[in-house]
Nanobody, 125 residues
Framework: QVQLVESGGSLLQAGGSLRLSCAASGRTLSNYAVGWFRQAPGKEREFVAAINRSSFRANYADSVRGRFTISRDNDKNTVYLQMDSLQPGDTAVYYC??????????????????WGQGTQVTVSS
């Protein structure tokens, strides 16, 4: 079992930056690929970014590529999502998830085994 806890969500103005953290307990997070997803009000949850468990390769949704950066510190058992140039359209609950596939190319929820409870990000115009 892996327990994931997100933190770092906040209310901020458009154009600002924020870094989300996903801290793991239980099994070591280095055994898993980790992804970030988000769910805006009235919308389905969508893929944001994912990082490979071993080679630090990453994959991004088109909507965030160039603005968001996913990274990991396996010594701290933590994955981060650096979000820059935030827009009101980025407002959502952000979730991290761990995938035993180990692949950074996994973008579907069904391929993720463990989920955090989410952290709210609100971007005002």
């Amino acid at each position: 079992q892996v327990q994931l806890v997100e933190s770092g969500g906040s209310l901020l103005q458009a154009g600002g930056s924020l870094r989300l953290s996903c801290a793991a307990s239980g099994r070591t997070l280095s055994n898993y690929a980790v992804g970030w997803f988000r769910q805006a009000p009235g919308k389905e949850r969508e893929f944001v970014a994912a990082i490979n468990r071993s080679s630090f390769r990453a994959n991004y949704a088109d909507s965030v590529r160039g603005r968001f950066t996913i990274s990991r510190d396996n010594d701290k058992n933590t994955v981060y999502l650096q979000m820059d140039s935030l827009q009101p359209g980025d407002t959502a609950v952000y979730y991290c998830a761990a995938s035993a596939t180990g692949s950074f190319m996994v973008t579907t929820e069904a391929n993720y085994d463990y989920w955090g409870q989410g952290t709210q990000v609100t971007v005002s115009s």
